[in-house]
């Protein structure tokens, strides 16, 4: 691959993750995932953000570093945006054929570095609005915004093009191949990114959604042309699509988001499954669209991204041993650590031999600020009045949701 030219002097290195790989160790990529880092080239040559060390990236990395006839040692800083080993575990490698480089990043990054990395000679800590100047007319800007996605990170601006080199923020799964600007994509590609940006979003960023809020307000007086996060789509022809986007993922924490449903189930022998389609029908017939998820079938990666952006939930679920059905306890505890809050939920399942999944479900949904509609339990076997109820719930949670939404 070579480097992608986004204007005078600024250079796109994206390098690809692939699909049979986890990322963070535990999400799926159907799709894979880019990491990009950027040259920005004045009389002085910065590099933002690097690439993990995975077996033949670095190998990929050199070869676009090369296309723009540049070397390792050529590059006289380094940016550091944020800290996480996506974008930092080849640093050692790197640093050994350049150590006199010198190194740009917050002071939370600058412990970091020491800590993983054991590097501390010739970092540079930078504060909100400090400035880089690398000559030629391009100028480094740079703006702390903890917690997108942790807390060191930083995001940093090149004030002569209004190229905003954004890291985390902005970023979505889906690898680069070939098409690298907003305006290479068709429609269909275009919804396959918006889709790529909700699933990384809800994976990666949703617990910091009220530091994504202030983060977009904090860098609002700057003149933006150009959006160019580590992963994902350089936004440079509406640079303000996907800021509205993310503003809008982050809204959904608070609610409403989008008036639509999800329903999450599972089933020990089939007496629990027996009410989905009855449910599922009450919402459809209400004019909700309905996104219906099993579990443990299904992985919790994508079942996130369909519930943050949904105003309904259905949770589907025995009780198992006086408590909830294991593997929908583990989906919810994610739900809970990815901040799921603000829902309108209706819970369903067979009481088994005993009850107990509601009591535990009520306990750990505490603090999510759900708001439950009355729950269909039985002893056992569903009979035909519970049916009929799934039907008429349905119809009732969805009629909450448009109520939610339109106002
Ligand atoms: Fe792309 Fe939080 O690392």
Redesign the pocket.
């Known amino acids: 691959m070579k480097a992608v030219k986004i204007t005078e002097g600024i250079f796109c290195l994206p390098v690809n993750l692939e699909s049979y790989q986890l990322f963070e160790g535990m999400w799926p990529m159907p799709n894979g995932i880019s990491?990009n880092s950027y040259i920005v080239k004045g009389e002085k040559t910065a590099l933002i953000d690097l690439i993990e060390d995975v077996e033949g990236k670095p190998a990929d990395f050199l070869a676009e570093l090369q296309s723009i006839s540049t070397q390792i040692a050529d590059i006289d800083y380094l940016v550091l945006n944020?800290m996480?080993p996506?974008?930092t575990s080849w640093l050692p490698a790197f640093h050994a054929q350049n150590p006199g480089l010198a190194i740009y990043t917050t002071a939370k990054s600058a412990n970091l570095l020491k800590s993983f990395y054991d590097i501390e000679q010739n970092v540079h800590v930078v504060k909100d609005g400090d400035s880089l100047d690398l000559g030629g007319g391009k100028v480094l800007r740079f703006f702390e915004t903890p917690n997108i996605?942790?807390p060191e990170t930083m995001m940093t601006f090149e004030e002569s093009s209004g190229t905003l080199f954004s890291?985390?923020a902005f970023?979505s799964y889906g690898t680069l191949n070939g098409i690298y600007f907003d305006d290479q994509l068709s429609t269909e590609q275009h919804d396959f990114f918006h889709n790529e940006a909700l699933r990384y979003y809800a994976n990666?960023v949703s617990s910091f959604s009220t530091f994504v809020t202030r983060g977009i307000k904090h860098l609002a007086g700057l003149d933006i042309k150009a959006i160019a996060p580590?992963?994902g789509i350089i936004w440079r022809e509406n640079p303000g699509a996907i800021i509205k986007s993310y503003e809008r993922l982050a809204s959904y924490m608070v609610g409403p988001a989008e008036p639509e449903v999800t329903v999450i189930w599972s089933s020990m022998y089939g007496n629990t499954e027996r009410l989905v389609n009855s449910i599922v029908q009450g919402v459809r017939s209400e004019g909700i669209p309905v996104h219906v998820h099993r579990v443990p079938d299904e992985h919790v990666g994508a079942i996130l991204a369909s519930a943050w952006k949904s105003t309904g939930l259905v949770l589907g679920m025995p009780t198992y041993e006086y408590e909830m059905f294991p593997p929908m306890a583990w989906t919810l505890d994610m739900f809970r650590r990815k901040k799921i809050l603000n829902k309108k939920v209706l819970r369903f399942g067979s009481k088994g031999w005993s009850g107990g999944a509601q009591k535990e479900l009520t306990a750990i949904t505490e603090k999510l600020k759900w708001e439950f509609l009355e729950p269909i339990e039985w002893f056992g076997a569903p009979t035909e009045k519970e049916l009929q109820l799934a039907l008429e719930s349905g119809k009732a949670l969805a009629r909450q949701v448009k109520e939610a939404c339109a106002g």
């Open positions: 990491l944020h996480e996506d974008h996605h942790w890291c985390d970023g990666i580590s992963h």
